[in-house]
């Protein structure tokens, strides 16, 4: 019944896509249908073809050695706040674990790793396959399958650099596929992040969400084509742009990846400690509010109400749905980060195994208030003749960023039972 109840969300979340959508009648239902089938055969493939699963799985082994790599450095550089022996006893079981000296340096490993495999012509080859099948099988523009494709490895500002020179004669359409393409998934230089924090709560996390990152190009397709319809020739279509170099040697690729991860995680540590003071201090008014059914109200427990029904249908059960529908909520007017810390702070109780997973995809992606304007400013910098339209597109892709990675969400639950 659970899985049927996840089918039935699919149907209901397409539903609401298309009641966003500025020109109903113009959607190609032959291209939704196509972005729903290959979303669903790929979901299909990545989580119940066993070698496939494996391989996916074994993204773990090599996020285990990541973290150990960033740890032995932390552990250099900070002493035992960052991982290395403790010169004394703990007296509170995971006292001696400090996000910021110990889990978010990854950010930095991670962005060097991904500009050096850049640099070494190892990544344009698989972004450029995700490409061609995007294009052949969904029709989009040759610029957009590949910056769509790019979203699954790399962030929504540095994907639409691969296609800088085309941004400028991309339709209405194209335009917002690129936008909701990186509302969609998050960036490898987070994804070793999110699982070290995941990794006690959900088995093969890494695996996830790398799947995750995968099924949302076709999730980004399908629902920007709900929202946006193409009404005009797509401009790039057949037309493909090369990633442009990304440093002139390996000393320079590594000297480039870590300015560049380490512009990366000042931000996050100060987004971090801006978002959840505000939180606290939003909590801290609601406080005078008087109680309502014996609990205090509280920001994410609005968020919850909201978001609820959106979280039953994906397949939680309803007394499920309500938790759920917190992490939705700090996700999407906070980040996918600190929904993420939330719910691996989360007893066993709270969720069963098959909801945390739909969890797991759901909160899967970029579509907040704050990825928002480094989108638009980012975007904005590189086609400013596109200003306007960019920034009266911004509010739509955190709506279609959320429903896409619901939709992935749905799918998994309809395959999770």
């Known amino acids: 019944m659970l899985a049927l109840q996840s089918a039935l969300g699919v149907v209901a979340l397409i539903a609401l896509a298309w009641l966003f959508s500025e020109s109903r009648f113009a959607v190609s239902w032959r291209r939704v249908s196509i972005s729903?089938?290959?979303?669903?055969?790929?979901?299909?493939?990545?989580?119940?073809i066993p070698a496939l699963r494996a391989a996916f799985a074994g993204a773990n082994a090599a996020v285990d050695a990541i973290a150990a790599a960033t740890r032995a450095g932390t552990a250099f550089v900070f002493g035992y706040i960052g991982g290395g022996t403790l010169p004394f006893d703990p007296k509170i079981p995971g006292s001696d674990f400090v996000l910021a000296f110990q889990a978010l340096p990854l950010v930095l490993i991670?962005?060097?790793?991904?500009?050096?495999?850049?640099?070494?012509?190892?990544?344009p080859p698989i972004v450029r396959g995700f490409s061609f099948v995007l294009e052949r099988l969904l029709g989009v523009g040759g610029a957009v399958g590949l910056s769509t494709a790019a979203n699954i490895f790399v962030g929504m500002v540095e994907a639409p650099l691969f296609i800088r020179p085309y941004l400028v004669r991309l339709t209405r359409a194209e335009l917002f596929i690129v936008m909701t393409g990186g509302m969609a998934g998050i960036a490898g230089t987070v994804l070793v992040l999110y699982a070290t924090i995941l990794s006690t709560v959900i088995p093969d996390v890494a695996g996830h969400l790398l799947i995750a990152s995968v099924l949302g190009a076709p999730a980004a397709i399908l629902i920007s084509e709900l929202m946006v319809p193409e009404t005009n020739e797509a401009a790039t279509m057949a037309e493909y742009s090369n990633p442009p170099p990304v440093a002139a040697s390996t000393m320079d690729a590594i000297v480039k990846g870590t300015s560049e991860g380490l512009a990366l995680l000042l931000n996050i540590v100060a987004m971090l400690i801006v978002l959840v003071a505000l939180v606290h201090l939003a909590n801290a008014i609601l406080g005078l509010v008087p109680d309502i059914g014996g609990a205090k109200v509280t920001l994410q427990r609005m968020l919850g109400y909201i978001m609820a029904p959106v979280c039953w249908l994906m397949g939680l059960p309803w007394n499920e749905a309500l938790r759920g529908g917190e992490l939705m909520g700090i996700k999407t007017v906070l980040n996918e980060l600190i929904a993420y810390v939330e719910m691996s702070k989360l007893g066993p109780d709270a969720f069963s195994e098959r909801s945390r997973l739909i969890m797991l995809y759901a909160l899967c992606g970029f579509a907040n208030f704050g990825s928002l304007g480094i989108m638009i400013a980012g975007l904005t910098t590189m086609a400013p003749e596109r200003r306007e339209e960019i920034i009266s597109l911004g509010p739509k892709t955190i709506v279609s960023g959320t429903l896409a990675t619901c939709v992935i969400g749905a799918i998994v639950g309809m395959l999770s039972y």
Do not use: E, G, Q
């Not at 729903?36 to 119940?48: E, N, P, R, Y």
């Not at 991670?110 to 990544?123: A, Q």
């Open 110 to 123: 991670m962005s060097v790793l991904t500009t050096l495999l850049f640099y070494w012509r190892i990544l």
């Open 36 to 48: 729903l089938s290959l979303t669903i055969f790929l979901a299909v493939a990545l989580l119940k």
